[in-house]
Each structure stands twice: as C-alpha cells, then as structure tokens.
C-alpha cells in the first residue's frame, strides 16, 4: 500500500497562491467580498492548525468520556452558526437543533462504528471525532436551509396558514405544506449531488481516502457509507428539530411567535 505525499510549507503556499484567481475576480466586480474572503482564509488557516494540534493530543489520550465532551463542544458551535446564519430567535430554536443535532451526530456515529465497521471500542477518537463532526457538517448546512424557509414560508402565507387551522386542521397538519416545502429545498441539492457522485464529481473523502493510499475499492465503500449517514443524520436533525420547535414556537392558538431576530 503507497504512502501519502506529505504537502511541505512551500507546497501549501503556492496552493494558496491559487486563492489570488477568485479574490482579483472580487474585486474588479467590486463585490465587497475581498477582506471578508481572507478573513475567512486566515481563521481556516488558524482553526484548522490548532485543531490539528488538538487532535494529536486527543487521539493519543483516547478516553471515551473526553472524546463524548469534544462532540458535545462541536455540537455548541455548530448549534450556534446555524442559529447566526438562520437569524432566528435563539431562545426558541437553539434548545431544540442542540438537541436534535446530538441526539442524530451520536446515534448515527456509534451506528457507523459499531455496526459498519464492526470497532469493539465506539468512542475510539481516530473514528468517533472525524464521523461525528463530518455529520455536524452536513447537519449544519440542512438544517439552516429548511428551517430558514420554513418559516419565512408560515410568516409570508399566513393566510393560508390560518385558513388551514380554522378549517380544523391540528399544528402538524397546517404547517406539513411549508415543512414539505423546506425539505425539497433542503434535500434537492443533496439528492442531485448522490446522483451524479462518482460519474461527474468525485467526492471528498474518496479521493482523501485514495491519496491516502487506500485502495480504490475501499475508498468506494467507504464514500457510499458516508453519504448515507450523512443524508440520514441530515433528516433525523432536522425532523427532531421541528417536532422541538414547533412546541417552543407556537402558542396555544397556533400563532407564531416572534421567531427572526432583526
């Protein structure tokens, strides 16, 4: 089996040089995007360099209940970029996507290692830290996207929405019309995605996996595994947030509450 290619320093550098093509594009369209790009270029840079550090010392240690207090850490500031991205009230959604986000980035994870890939020892860091944040990743970017337009959908028709409860209709019901809605925006781009993969683009972990000096064969499976727990955990989060939410949310009469924040 090869071995990696270590990147050096210069290596690194000249691949960043390759930042200078979209940040001349910025800038000539005057896009006010230039100094929040290399903002963005040099936290990455910071985080990811001390979180590298980090992990050497994690995986070392390796004791379960450290590595559990790690994901449970992430779980925190991921649950806090999504409620900064969606704008809403913290107060209302931020209990229910930290719980929802949790309880699907664990059960999905000791899934994953206990049972696909048959690890005695589910709280292994080498396994549990990587699963567990890809997971919060892809979470993450779902969950802002559906609930952001679920309800901008029940504020922008709350015609529709009220007719729906005076008619009868229980709170699952008449909101299932904007949670249907928020859930095929959320989910066509990952779909879309798993039906192209391998034949237009090559995934991620796939090629990390081959560059690595994994055979082809195992990064394939490994890839197929990941996009379904991806995709999984995905769907359980963001159900289990709005089952939360819609508790926290509404009130006796089924009216929304004040739920963006200005």
Not at 29 to 58: F, N
Not at 98 to 119: H, K, N, P
Not at 178 to 205: D, S
Not at 239 to 257: P, S, Y
């Amino acid at each position: 089996m090869n071995t990696v290619t270590e990147i050096n320093l210069l290596g690194l550098g000249l691949g960043l040089l390759l930042l200078l093509i979209p940040l001349f594009v910025l800038y000539k369209c005057r896009t006010g995007l230039v100094h929040s790009t290399l903002s963005a270029t040099a936290r990455m840079i910071v985080q990811l360099w001390l979180i590298g550090l980090y992990l050497q010392y994690l995986f070392a240690y390796d004791v379960w209940w450290v590595n559990l207090i790690w994901g449970i850490i992430m779980t925190f500031v991921a649950t806090g970029t999504a409620i900064q991205r969606t704008r809403l009230n913290p107060k209302m959604l931020g209990f229910p996507m930290f719980v929802a986000f949790l309880i699907s980035a664990i059960l999905i994870t000791l899934y994953f290692i206990g049972l696909v890939q048959m690890e005695q020892s589910v709280f292994t860091a080498r396994y549990f830290i990587p699963i567990f944040g890809l997971l919060l990743g892809n979470m993450l970017g779902v969950n802002v996207l559906a609930l952001s337009t679920y309800f901008e959908g029940i504020r922008r028709e709350q015609q529709m929405y009220r007719y729906l409860l005076g008619n009868g209709a229980t709170l699952w019901e008449a909101t299932l019309p904007f949670l249907r809605q928020a859930i095929v925006k959320a989910f066509n781009p990952c779909i879309a995605n798993m039906a192209v993969m391998g034949l237009v683009a090559m995934p991620g972990t796939m090629i990390g996996q081959i560059l690595g000096g994994s055979d082809p064969s195992t990064a394939i499976k490994y890839q197929i595994i990941i996009v379904v727990i991806t995709f999984v955990a995905s769907m359980i989060s963001l159900m289990v947030t709005i089952v939360i939410a819609q508790h926290r949310c509404f009130d006796a009469m089924g009216r929304l509450k004040q739920i963006a924040v200005n």
